[in-house]
Structure formats: structure tokens, C-alpha cells
């Protein structure tokens, strides 16, 4: 099955600094992908639609300047965190689609990142 | 707004037994569904899916049911073993073709 790879797993960062999220899609091209943010107990919550060469779409209450995407090219977005906080401790979680699928099929995920601002 | 849930947060099964894990969703626009499995600290892990013209799909001991009638999605783990104890979300297609999470319900195996 089709694989995605998000790096790193975990990481511990000081207040006021900023992290780095990787997502690639490893053996399929992927023009969309999605990332998400779930608190412990609780559902995903999607933060925001990456897009491969053009702007990231945001949902509706996250931060554009705090959560910066970029799509550069069909294997891989990424996410930072600017100027994080204790509150941005989450799990983190980005998903993709075959864009040779179409839209309307199944979402691979990532294995997730564990933020913890200290 | 337009959602997907679950009816029950929490499920305890006997090893051996059959689960059957439930899900309402509310768009009745939603031609697709999904369901996921996530263990804990592990990305959402697929199971299987589901498209508005079938009612029923069967895969390896797990079959997932809908019915459109009642907004109602449900998965069924046949022989549920150890493996099986996780956190098991239902997700809907949106019509944005974004996928919309249900609250997830956690399965726990006795043995």
C-alpha cells in the first residue's frame, strides 16, 4: 500500500522557537495533501488543505503566521510551528491522496509527530 | 454544522467475540466513508471503505454496513483478537472531498 512518511516523530522545543514538520508521500505523487491536530482522547481535527504549488487553505480558526505550509513539490509539504507555545503541544498528523486516484478515495496518514513545547 | 459521529466512546469486547463499532453521520450528500483504526501514538491506520451505492462491504474479518436511510455507518470485527484494541474512527468525505472525523471509539479485548 501507498506510504507516507512524516518526520520526526517526536520532538521537545523550547518556548519562542519555531519546528519544522516533513510530510512525504513515498511512493505516489501527491498534489493535496492534509494536515491535522489531535489532542489527547479527542478526534483529528484538520488544521488546513496543503496544495502543490500554491497557497495552503486554512480551516476556519487556525492561524496562517502560526501554522506556515509549503508544498513544494508533489512528495512532500511541511509544517511549522512559528514562535511555539506549551498550547501547540499536540500530536500532529498529515495525510495524503494518489493523485493519480482522484479525490474521492482513500486518505493514506502519516505515523504523526509529537510536539511537546516545554 | 454538518458532522460525522460516533455513538459510543468506548466498547470492552471478550477476545473471540464480534465488535460492532457505530457511527451517524449527518450529510446526507456524503458518498463516500472510510473507517480508520489508530493505535495509540501511531497515525489513523486504514480498514476499510465504503461508497454510497453499496450497502454492505466485506473485507478480512471486518465488514463495514450503511445505510442511507437512517444516516447510520457501522464496522463489524469478526473473532475480535488482542491486535484489535484500538481507537476506531469513522471519517466522511466532505463535499470539499476533505475527510471529517467521527469522536472515535476505543475498543478494548479482554482476553
Known amino acids: 500500500g501507498a506510504v507516507v512518511s512524516q518526520h520526526p516523530s517526536r520532538v521537545i522545543c523550547k518556548s519562542g522557537t519555531s519546528v519544522k514538520i516533513e510530510c512525504r508521500s513515498l511512493?505516489?505523487?501527491?498534489?493535496?495533501m492534509f494536515w491535522y491536530r489531535q489532542f489527547p482522547k479527542q478526534s483529528l481535527m484538520l488544521m488546513a488543505t496543503?496544495?502543490?504549488?500554491?497557497?495552503?487553505?486554512?480551516e476556519q480558526g487556525v492561524e496562517k503566521d502560526k501554522f506556515l505550509i509549503n508544498h513544494a513539490s508533489l512528495t512532500l509539504s511541511t509544517l511549522t510551528v512559528t514562535s511555539a507555545h506549551p498550547e501547540d503541544s499536540s500530536f500532529y498528523i498529515c495525510?495524503?491522496?494518489?493523485?493519480?486516484?482522484?479525490?474521492?478515495?482513500?486518505?493514506?496518514f502519516g505515523q504523526g509527530t509529537r510536539l511537546t513545547v516545554v | 454544522g454538518e458532522s460525522v459521529g460516533l455513538h459510543l466512546p468506548t466498547l470492552s469486547v471478550q477476545e473471540g467475540d464480534n465488535s460492532i463499532i457505530n457511527c451517524a453521520y449527518s450529510?446526507?450528500?456524503?458518498?463516500?466513508f472510510i473507517w480508520y483504526k489508530q493505535e495509540s501514538g501511531k497515525g489513523p491506520q486504514f480498514i476499510i471503505d465504503?461508497?454510497?451505492?453499496?450497502d454492505k462491504r466485506q473485507g478480512q474479518r471486518v465488514t463495514v454496513l450503511l445505510n442511507k436511510t437512517v444516516k447510520h455507518l457501522s464496522l463489524q470485527i469478526a473473532a475480535t483478537q488482542p491486535g484489535d484494541s484500538a481507537v476506531y474512527f469513522c471519517?466522511?468525505?466532505?463535499?470539499?472531498?476533505?475527510?471529517?472525523f467521527g469522536a472515535g471509539t476505543t475498543v478494548t479485548v479482554r482476553a
Open positions: 450529510n446526507s450528500a456524503s458518498d463516500y
Open positions: 511512493d505516489f505523487q501527491a498534489t493535496t
Open positions: 471519517a466522511e468525505n466532505r463535499h470539499d472531498y476533505k475527510l471529517s
Open positions: 465504503i461508497r454510497s451505492n453499496m
Open positions: 495525510s495524503a491522496r494518489d493523485s493519480r486516484q482522484g479525490l474521492n478515495t482513500e486518505a493514506f
Open positions: 496543503s496544495n502543490e504549488g500554491s497557497k495552503a487553505t486554512y
